[in-house]
């Protein structure tokens, strides 16, 4: 059986923190089956948000174990991830 997974929005990241950081973080909290850092487009650099993915059923915990952590000397924001809204 498939499991269902949920995607995290993760905000308030350090401009240093890569996919891998965040997975490895959010690894104490829950199995991560997968991370990702949004950047700008030009610059390349992050825009200091990301998605992790976990599995559905743990998704509530994750939130509020992770939710206001230090990360990198700043307090990270994570809910669940709103789907993608189309460009107007």
Do not use: C, H
């Not at 499991?3 to 891998?20: A, C, F, I, Q």
Request: hydrophobic letters at 35%; charged letters at 30%.
């Amino acid at each position: 059986m498939r499991r269902v997974s949920k995607t995290l929005y993760v905000g308030n990241l350090p401009w240093s923190t890569t996919e891998e950081d965040l997975a490895q973080f959010f690894s104490t909290a829950a199995e991560v089956r997968g991370s990702r850092i949004i950047t700008d487009r030009e610059s390349g650099r992050s825009r200091g948000f990301g998605f992790v993915e976990v599995d559905d059923e743990v998704a509530d915990k994750v939130i509020e174990s992770m939710n206001g952590k230090n990360l990198g000397g700043r307090e990270i924001i994570v809910n669940e991830a709103k789907p993608r809204q189309p460009m107007a």
